[in-house]
């Protein structure tokens, strides 16, 4: 039987929690350990799996045969400042999808992705890269969804919504049909987006107004 994949996971948080599980009942890596640049980790285990280092320690790992990672940050521009040094670097990203999570035919998911429980990916939906769609969401038929976005828990996108890079879309948010939400943008959990949203805007409530 050919071994494992090892996997190093990038963050020591409650995110990094999730995507254990996500990646244990997946069974096709073997987690080797985490990397995370607080201090406070360092010699500990975390939620039963060693804390490696920080990293200074990536070029270590790299010539130990390790390549395979996922940055576990939840925070959008940390994760793809990481994910872009670990590109540097030559890792290779590795994705989570849960078990019970159901993705339709024509789905492109990019490499990083994390897509929890309970969430449905629709035909012809597309995940660029380091995307996490978050516990129980769902993205509709021909959503584009940029790299580095987070889908929070319970959010909702109607069909041909498209999200920009490093946009968060909040806890139990909806977007109705085809809007276009641009680069950087914060919607408000539980918000109703029924307009397109300009880059780097913040908007919230119902329906979603801007809030600066």
């Known amino acids: 039987m050919k071994a494992k994949e090892k996997l190093v996971l990038f963050g ?3 995110h990094a929690k999730v995507v254990i599980d996500i990646i244990e009942q997946q069974g096709n890596y073997a987690i080797a350990g985490l990397l995370d640049d607080d201090l406070k980790h360092q010699g500990k285990r975390f939620f039963g799996y060693p804390v490696l280092g920080t990293r200074a320690e990536l070029p270590a790992l ?3 045969q390790l390549r395979h990672a996922i940055v ?3 925070d959008n521009a940390s994760r793809a400042a990481v994910a872009a040094h670990l590109d540097q670097q030559g890792w290779r990203f590795a994705g989570a999808v849960h078990l019970r999570a159901c993705i339709g035919r024509g789905v492109k998911i990019g490499p990083g992705c994390v897509v929890m429980a309970g969430c449905v990916i629709n035909a012809d ?3 660029g890269a380091q995307v996490i769609v978050n516990t129980g969401a769902t993205v509709d038929h021909d959503c584009r969804i940029e790299d580095a976005v987070h889908i929070a828990p319970g959010c909702h996108l109607c069909g041909g ?3 920009g890079q490093g946009s968060l879309l909040g806890a139990g948010s909806t977007v109705t049909p ?3 939400i641009g680069r950087n943008v914060i919607v408000g959990a ?3 987006v029924i307009r397109d949203v300009a880059d780097a ?3 919230s409530g119902v329906p979603a107004r801007p809030l600066d």
Do not use: K, Q
């Open 12 to 14: 020591a948080g409650g």
């Open 190 to 192: 539980g918000s109703t």
């Open 178 to 180: 085809g809007v276009r």
């Open 62 to 64: 790299i010539s130990a």
């Open 72 to 74: 576990t940050i939840g």
């Open 201 to 203: 805007a913040r908007v």
């Open 125 to 127: 939906a597309y995940l």
């Open 161 to 163: 919504v498209s999200v």
